[in-house]
């Protein structure tokens, strides 16, 4: 992969680091809560697409004060909707995941022509008094495995919760997901509903909702509500996954995602 | 010296499996199945009663704090407790030391200027003004304040209450979190330009920063004693000697826990359960609710993550002994304690503004009597002149109550 690109927004004031792989059409992929981590899945998506994953405000190495530049949702999708167009992705394609996937119908509620489909793995935005979402900001560290994967000992629950030996390391590895976590989560404390349910009937594209089957953190009820709202939605539901079905399940995730994507 | 007597207000019957059945006493703890409200209310008499004790004993200041949703200590309006101490202790030399009203969640936070006001009207200018940033569990968690916003929101309450209180002409506040189009506010406090100002904080360093560069005193709140707070209050001076500031002991405050009784011996007898139930039941909190995501900035969340070892201990596995050896808690004979807080608090950490919580965990109404009254006629007089020798001048204390204080229970 080639080094990532740094496109600046908001009036320079926010650097966005673009990691861009692969050819064909474009993608664009909206990480999650706890930072972006470029695995497999992704690396599956560029074997047929052109993959653009930007980091969010603050998650970037050495930027972490980059977030303080963005005080509101509003302002953020709107950073995201400056990142698109100086990247001259005029119909693009949108995968998110969680707060990402919030984020990426933010994108196409703004602007529903430039969005061509739209994948949402796990996404949060929408609040159901009978199944609240789970504020993974409260939790102990052996807790949020448990919540967002499946399987908290398994490969993937270690790539992102594990914190390395070595002091220096292990100060820094808890940093990065904390200050993750308080990045994403300066945008939806203490309840994830900013109103798009006000705004998500302007989403025109066609949209994909992919659930960890064991998702213990967003209750699959929301599944129901997504489809419900969206005018052309389907759900696939992964077997073996929590929260982060293209971190515990890359493989299936990718091909029922990448499907999706190319019809 | 200046000490004052400091009261939580916390459920002092808590049943004895507390702590194994709930998973905090911040935030979630049940009402329904732990507190009466008319038991409760006897609660806030006592501590209103202990307040006023204190303040007739000897004591310089009473202090009163906000928390909320909890069993720890619940004020949720520490303001109306000062009212009350206020109106009952005209005559006296006592400060009322409100430690205080929380500015984040204050909105508007010109409410907190109003009411200080008020309290410092009432007192006739006897209102310390303690302008605290809040605790994660009060101001994240129970009362909806992003905590990456958190701090930012109170630097500019702060400034905006500051500037309310001694701006001669009404102004616009266009600020980020608050907008307000003719401030001029009704009441202004007696004391000019503005009440002392204290910060509580518990060893942010970012909060050391702003204690300095705003000229307030710096007050530690901390439960795990002196021993373990030496290395954040030479924190603190170290950042007060870079600034170029003079070491005034008064531009420092610290919270001790102490438990006075005839002996050693008889300490343990009178304390040794209550002092268990606070460390063991109080402070009952899932650790992680200390510091959610974005609450620290990342220069100070790096600083953690890089000295992880911090507070390691468990106070749940320590039992009265290990608290008083530990210096948690500053237990026995009236010579035992005046010693080790001469020694090991005030000169330690070069301390001038001193509070003592009279009360502890399930501490009875009689027994906290008995503990204020040691602390007033055997522990303060021992305390009284430790910096006077010096010649510093407590600048962070109402003018009029910067002299010695009365003999016990002589009205001005």
């Known amino acids: ?263 | 010296m200046k000490v004052s007597a400091f009261h939580l207000m916390p459920h002092r019957e808590l049943p004895p499996d507390f702590e194994r059945r709930y998973p905090s006493v911040w935030v979630t703890p049940p009402w329904g199945e732990l507190a009466d409200a008319r038991r409760v209310g006897q609660y806030y008499n006592w501590t209103l009663d202990e307040l006023l004790f204190a303040a007739r004993a000897g004591f310089d200041g009473v202090c009163t704090n906000e928390h909320h949703q909890n069993a720890y200590g619940f004020m949720p309006s520490p303001n109306l407790m000062g009212s009350v101490l206020a109106k009952q202790t005209n005559g006296l030399d006592v400060a009322i030391v409100q430690m205080g009203m929380t500015l984040p969640t204050t909105s508007p936070p010109i409410r907190v200027a109003e009411e200080y006001g008020m309290l410092d009207c009432i007192s006739g200018g006897r209102l310390v003004a303690g302008l605290p940033l809040g605790s994660p569990m009060d101001v994240n968690l129970a009362y909806g304040i992003t905590p990456m916003e958190h701090r930012e929101r109170y630097r500019e309450a702060f400034d905006l209450v500051l500037k309310a209180w001694q701006a001669k002409e009404i102004f616009a506040w266009n600020g980020k979190y608050f907008q307000l189009g003719q401030v001029n506010l009704w009441p202004r406090p007696v004391q000019e330009p503005h009440p002392p100002v204290w910060v509580p904080g518990s060893g942010s360093i970012s909060t050391f920063d702003f204690a300095t560069d705003h000229n307030v005193c710096y007050c530690f709140l901390s439960y795990a004693g002196a021993r373990a707070a030496s290395t954040m209050m030479d924190g603190y001076w170290d950042v007060v000697d870079k600034k170029g500031l003079e070491r005034n002991p008064y531009r420092a405050g610290f919270l001790q826990l102490v438990a006075v009784s005839e002996t050693d011996a008889q300490a343990e007898i009178d304390y040794g359960k209550h002092v268990e139930y606070f460390y063991h039941k109080c402070l009952h909190v899932p650790p992680q609710w200390f510091a959610p995501p974005g609450n620290q900035d990342y220069r100070s969340l790096l600083a953690a993550n890089r000295n992880p070892v911090r507070r390691a201990e468990d106070p749940k596995t320590l039992r009265y002994k290990d608290f008083v050896n530990k210096g948690y808690v500053i237990a026995g004979s009236p010579a035992t304690v005046r010693e080790r807080l001469v020694e090991e608090v005030i000169k330690r950490l070069h301390v001038g503004n001193l509070m003592l919580l009279i009360q502890i965990g399930s501490m009875p109404h009689e027994l906290t009597l008995k503990n204020t009254e040691l602390l007033a006629r055997e522990v303060l007089p021992g305390l009284r002149d430790i910096w006077d020798d010096k010649g510093w001048e407590n600048h962070w204390w109402p003018k009029s109550l910067r002299g010695a204080r009365q003999p016990a229970g002589a009205a001005r």
């Not at chain 1, 697409?49 to 509101?72: K, L, M, N, R």
């Not at chain 1, 990065?176 to 989560?185: D, Y």
């Open chain 1, 1 to 263: 992969m080639s080094e990532p690109r740094i496109v600046s927004v908001w009036q320079g004031r926010v650097p966005f680091r673009v990691h861009v792989k692969g050819a064909g059409a474009a993608v664009m992929f909206l990480h999650g809560p706890w930072g972006l981590t470029w695995g497999p899945f992704l690396d599956a998506l560029a074997q047929q697409f052109t993959v653009y994953a930007p980091e969010h405000p603050g998650t970037s190495p050495g930027e972490p004060e980059a977030i303080q530049q963005v005080d509101t949702l509003w302002d953020l999708v709107l950073c995201y909707d400056e990142l698109l167009e100086a990247l001259k992705l005029d119909g693009v394609m949108l995968v998110g995941h969680s707060f990402g996937a919030m984020m990426a119908c933010e994108v196409a509620a703004l602007r529903p022509a430039r969005v061509r489909r739209l994948a949402l793995l796990d996404p949060i935005g929408l609040w159901l008094e009978e199944a609240p979402v789970v504020n993974w900001m409260l939790l102990g560290p052996a807790e949020m495995a448990a919540h967002v994967f499946d399987k908290p000992d398994g490969v993937a629950a270690r790539a992102m919760f594990a914190v390395p030996e070595d002091p220096e390391e292990g100060a820094l590895a808890r940093t990065r997901l904390t200050w993750a976590m308080g990045s994403t989560g300066k945008f939806i404390w203490p309840i994830p509903d900013k109103g798009l349910k006000k705004r998500i009937h302007r989403v025109g594209a066609p949209a994909l909702l992919v659930w960890g089957e064991a998702d213990r953190l967003v209750p699959r009820a929301y599944a129901k509500e997504f489809a419900g709202r969206l005018h052309d939605a389907r759900i696939e539901v992964v077997p073996g996954a929590g929260h982060a079905p293209h971190l515990e399940q890359p493989e299936a995730t990718a091909r029922v995602v990448a499907a999706f994507l190319k019809t």
